[in-house]
Antibody, heavy 119, light 106 residues
Framework: QVQLVQSGAEVKKPGASVKVSCKAS????????ISWVRQAPGQGLEWMGW????????NYAQKLQGRVTMTTDTSTSTAYMELRSLRSDDTAVYYC????????????WGQGTTVTVSS | DIQMTQSPSSLSASVGDRVTITCQAS??????LNWYQQKPGKAPKLLIY???NLETGVPSRFSGSGSGTDFTFTISSLQPEDIATYYC????????FGQGTKLEIK
């Protein structure tokens, strides 16, 4: 079945970096994009960015520009999201999601990865 | 950036009630709007895409309408399993989520 499986929970200190993986299965990886969405404790959903698994093109949310990098490895059908210079307000559950078409609905989601930033 | 204003932020209704949530975009987004359901501790689930199209497998009591700047999400007859937070999302220019509507049973 179509699924996205994310890497496990992370605990990081302020100023560090984190890299979360998202392994796709059950579909042709390069036929869809991947978006990353985060959710701080008790808060709503925040879109972080999108990457085309076909050609690696990216779009990032303006507030994260310069701190976030999204990549894919088509040989393993895996997407990655790296966030640098972590702050306490980066503490959140991070989700990857498959995107239909050129910016359509996010129809398949990973299970989420909790990233805690604490000194 | 396109802002999405969703209302109400919370809503209490009885089983069988008709429930309506609205979402307003800060500029014309045509029909580039999706609706998601999120239950506690779970990932969001796509319910409605392109403003009014029901995602495969989603019960027909869920529906969406609207275009331009004003959109509506409706549950025709609330069921206990519909307790969740609902989000609108625009994708006309990158992506933006509304702030969410938490739906509770009265």
């Amino acid at each position: 079945q179509v699924q996205l499986v994310q890497s496990g929970a992370e605990v990081k200190k302020p100023g560090a970096s984190v890299k979360v993986s998202c392994k796709a299965s059950g579909y042709t990886f390069t036929s869809y994009g991947i978006s990353w969405v985060r959710q701080a404790p008790g808060q709503g959903l925040e879109w972080m960015g999108w990457i085309s698994a076909y050609n690696g093109n990216t779009n990032y949310a303006q507030k994260l520009q310069g701190r976030v990098t999204m990549t894919t490895d088509t040989s393993t059908s895996t997407a990655y999201m790296e966030l640098r210079s972590l702050r306490s307000d980066d503490t959140a559950v991070y989700y990857c999601a498959r995107v239909r078409g050129a910016g359509g609905g996010m129809d398949v989601w990973g299970q989420g990865t909790t990233v805690t930033v604490s000194s | 950036d396109i802002q999405m204003t969703q209302s109400p932020s919370s809503l209490s209704a009885s089983v069988g009630d008709r429930v309506t949530i609205t979402c307003q975009a800060s500029q014309d987004i045509s029909n580039y709007l999706n609706w998601y359901q999120q239950k506690p501790g779970k990932a969001p689930k796509l319910l409605i895409y392109d403003a009014s199209n029901l995602e495969t497998g989603v019960p027909s009591r869920f529906s969406g309408s609207g275009s331009g700047t004003d959109f509506t999400f409706t549950i025709s007859s609330l069921q206990p399993e519909d307790i969740a937070t609902y989000y609108c999302q625009q994708y006309d220019n990158l992506y933006t989520f509304g702030q969410g509507t938490k739906l509770e049973i009265k």
